[in-house]
């Protein structure tokens, strides 16, 4: 299996072998934390890797990491919020946290330090540069706070590369980056769990059709659209929406206020499962992956469900209509009447869930498999530490 990945460095020698260091600075699990865990799953077979973390809120995370084998070690250092005490004590500890960050470099001397996880993760870049590292700044998202993206245009000038998870990101952040010497696109990798086991079969003898969306409680993935929907689904639609994913605690009040909308319109048709460590499985039950989000880039939860072989409805985020459109993998609408329209045609229609299921699963063995993003991301990080 790995065979290709380490002849992708047959030109070094195994004393001359990339070591990589990468740094996420939330320890949330959600999106990022995903994608690093599917990248280092494989990466570690081909360069030496090693993973640092906030402590806090990082219990997922380092058991993830030691399920998989994946060097990991965590920081006492402060995560940046919007919550105002939260940014104070992320200023008043800014100085401490970069040196400590910058000590850990020190000892770890590797050939680069990726920072993974959006442009708002600048401490690490100030620590990699105090350190003189070779910087590849990782970039997910197609919107950020006016503060963020003005730390971003000075401090991307410094950054050896930029690795875009979407050709959105890029068109996004290009515009402000002046003096990068090397970008690439990889979207978000799958984890090989996701394609091994097919859906249930038995899912064809149900009258309801299941609808399931994967996202941490929060206000960029569009619950609200979600809400709508399924309010003019029922009754007259059979459609049953589930919800996978974190209340976090920054969240509550956000989770309260969707719930209290579930109460208000009397709504059946929602269900929240919280959090798991089994999505893989849940999305064999599941009749189709709904995405509601605001805004998204490389949406991982997205890209898992086609390699499990569910069509997709999704709002035109990210680069899913670019993948969706190309293989005829599902229907990308932005309005809750349109929307429904596509699950009601899709309750008469039980035979397209098939037809646009398997074309969901070829797009994303073509597009998303560890394999195929662990590669791109060799042939990158060997390009940047071979820079004189």
């Not at 540069?129 to 006016?146: E, F, G, Q």
């Not at 670019?322 to 932005?334: H, L, M, S």
Request: with cysteine; proline share 3%.
């Amino acid at each position: 299996m790995f065979h290709k990945l380490n002849s992708s460095i047959s030109k070094k020698s195994q004393d001359q072998i990339i070591t990589c260091l990468f740094i996420l600075e939330e320890a949330r699990f959600g999106g990022p934390q995903i994608y690093m865990l599917s990248l280092l799953d494989l990466l570690k077979q081909s360069m030496n890797v090693k993973l640092i973390f906030p402590e806090k809120h990082s219990h997922r995370l380092i058991q993830s990491c030691e399920k998989n084998s994946i060097p990991y070690d965590t920081l006492k250092i402060q995560t940046l919020s919007l919550k105002p005490i939260k940014i104070l004590k992320y200023i008043i500890n800014f100085g401490f946290d970069v040196y400590k960050t910058s000590i850990y470099i020190g000892k770890v001397k590797p050939n680069i330090v990726y920072i993974a996880g959006g442009s708002w993760q600048f401490r690490s870049i100030i620590s990699a540069l105090i350190m003189r590292s070779r910087i590849v700044w990782h970039l997910n998202d197609t919107k950020m706070h006016p503060i963020i993206l003005f730390i971003f245009r000075v401090l991307s000038r410094y950054a050896s590369g930029i690795v875009y998870a979407s050709e959105k990101t890029e068109l996004y952040y290009k515009p402000l980056i002046k003096e990068v010497r090397k970008s690439t696109v990889i979207s978000s990798p799958v984890s090989n769990r996701f394609f091994k086991q097919q859906k249930n079969a038995d899912k064809k003898l149900k009258s309801e059709i299941n609808v399931i969306t994967v996202a941490n409680i929060s206000p960029i993935k569009g619950f609200e659209l979600l809400i709508q929907v399924a309010r003019l689904c029922e009754p007259s639609v059979p459609v049953h929406f589930f919800v996978v994913g974190t209340v976090f605690e920054t969240q509550n009040a956000y989770y309260k206020k969707i719930t209290d909308l579930i109460d208000k319109f009397e709504l059946s048709n929602i269900t929240f499962l919280g959090s798991s460590d089994n999505v893989d499985q849940i999305l064999s039950d599941m009749d189709i992956y709904f995405c509601s989000s605001v805004s998204e880039s490389s949406p991982i939860a997205v890209w898992e469900a086609m390699a499990k072989g569910l069509p997709i409805v999704s709002t035109d985020v990210g680069d899913v209509k670019k993948y969706v459109e190309a293989y005829g993998a599902g229907f990308i609408r932005n309005a809750a009447s349109s929307i429904t329209r596509i699950f009601a045609n899709l309750a008469e229609r039980r035979d397209e869930l098939e037809i646009k299921g398997i074309a969901s699963r070829k797009c994303a063995s073509d597009n998303f498999s560890q394999q195929k993003c662990t590669e791109a991301h060799i042939d990158f990080l060997q390009g940047i530490s071979e820079e004189e």
